[in-house]
C-alpha cells in the first residue's frame, strides 16, 4: 500500500450546484502534500468528506488502501483545525494536559495515564519544540506555540496521517518559517504523511513534496518541481488577483525530485 489516501472521480454538493467535481488525488506514504486554493475552493468540504464529516455522494475515496466506509482505524489520522479562538492568561489547563487528552481518543478518558503513556506525551512535547512549556498554562503561550501544543495532541496517539487545515492562521508572521521547519521534521525525522490545507502558496513551496491547486476542480497536481514549473500567469489565472510571490530557496532542492 503505497498510496495513504486514492481519491477517485469525487465530486460533492450541498445544494444545486457542484462544489467538487470529478477530484482525482493520491497521497503517497511519506508525502507532504499542500492543498491550495482561494476561499470557497472546496478545500474544507474535501477534508470533511476524508474525515467522514460529509458523506460522499459521488466518486470513491480509500485510505490506507480500504473503502472509505469500511475504515475504522482513525486514531491513524491526526486532524490540526484552524485554531478557532486563543485562550487567555488564566486558561486552566498546563500544555502537558492539553496534549495529554489527546490519548483519550486510545485509553477513554478518566484513567490514569501509565508510564508508556507519558513517554508518548514527552515524545509529542519533544516533537514538536515545547518540552519546556509543558507546565505552563496554554493561555500563557503564543498563538504559533499554541498551534504546536494542538499538534503534539494529535501526535500523541501517533497518527501515520497528519491533516491540517490553515495552521497558520494565528502564527505570527516571523515564527511562520520555523513553523513550516516543524512540519518538515514531522515529515522527514517521524514518517508521517502531511496534508497540508492552505490558502496561502507563497510559504509552502519550499516544504512540501507536492503541490495540489484545487478550485472546485483540481487544477494542477504534481511534485514541487512541476508546480514550480507553472508559469505565473497560469497561477494567476487559478487564482484570480491573489498570487503571492513565490519564496521558494532553489538551494534546498538540488534536483532530487
Ligand atoms: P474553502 O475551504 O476552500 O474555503 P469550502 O469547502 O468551505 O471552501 O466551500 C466550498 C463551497 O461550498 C463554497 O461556495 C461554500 O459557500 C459552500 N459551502 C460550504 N459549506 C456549505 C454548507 N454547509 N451548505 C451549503 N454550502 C456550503
Known amino acids: 500500500m503505497n ?16 462544489v467538487l467535481e470529478s477530484i482525482n488525488l493520491s497521497v503517497p506514504k511519506g508525502a507532504f502534500v499542500g492543498i491550495v486554493g482561494p476561499n470557497g475552493s472546496g478545500k474544507s468540504t474535501l477534508m470533511k468528506l ?20 469500511k475504515f475504522k482505524d482513525w486514531h491513524k489520522i491526526g486532524f490540526v483545525s484552524q485554531k478557532a ?13 492539553v496534549v495529554s487528552s489527546g490519548l483519550t481518543k486510545k485509553i477513554g478518558m478518566f484513567r490514569f495515564l501509565k508510564k508508556s503513556d507519558h513517554l508518548q506525551i514527552q515524545k509529542a512535547l519533544d516533537s514538536v519544540g515545547l518540552s ?10 503564543s498563538g504559533g506555540q499554541q498551534q ?8 500523541v496517539s501517533e497518527p501515520e496521517l497528519l491533516i491540517l487545515d490553515e495552521p497558520t492562521v494565528g502564527v505570527d508572521a516571523q515564527n511562520v518559517q520555523s513553523f513550516y521547519q516543524m512540519l518538515d521534521d514531522l515529515n522527514k525525522k517521524l514518517g508521517i504523511t502531511l496534508l497540508l490545507v492552505t490558502h496561502d502558496i507563497g510559504t509552502i513551496t519550499d516544504k512540501v513534496t507536492h503541490v495540489a491547486c484545487l478550485n472546485k476542480h483540481l487544477h ?20 484570480g488577483h491573489d498570487v ?3 519564496t521558494h530557496n532553489h538551494a534546498h532542492h538540488g534536483g532530487s525530485h
Open 3 to 18: 498510496q495513504i489516501i486514492e481519491i477517485k472521480n469525487l465530486s460533492f454538493r450541498y445544494e444545486k450546484d457542484y
Open 50 to 69: 476524508l474525515l467522514g464529516l460529509l458523506k460522499i455522494q459521488q466518486g470513491e475515496i480509500s485510505i490506507f488502501g480500504e473503502e472509505h466506509n
Open 85 to 97: 479562538n486563543s485562550f487567555n492568561t488564566g486558561f486552566p489547563a498546563t500544555v502537558y494536559e
Open 132 to 141: 519546556d512549556f509543558k507546565n505552563r498554562n496554554i493561555g500563557e503561550l
Open 148 to 155: 504546536r501544543v494542538f499538534i503534539a495532541r494529535a501526535l
Open 220 to 239: 494542477f497536481h504534481g511534485n514541487t518541481h512541476e508546480f514550480e514549473e507553472l508559469k505565473l500567469n497560469e497561477l494567476s489565472d487559478f487564482y
Open 244 to 246: 503571492h510571490v513565490l
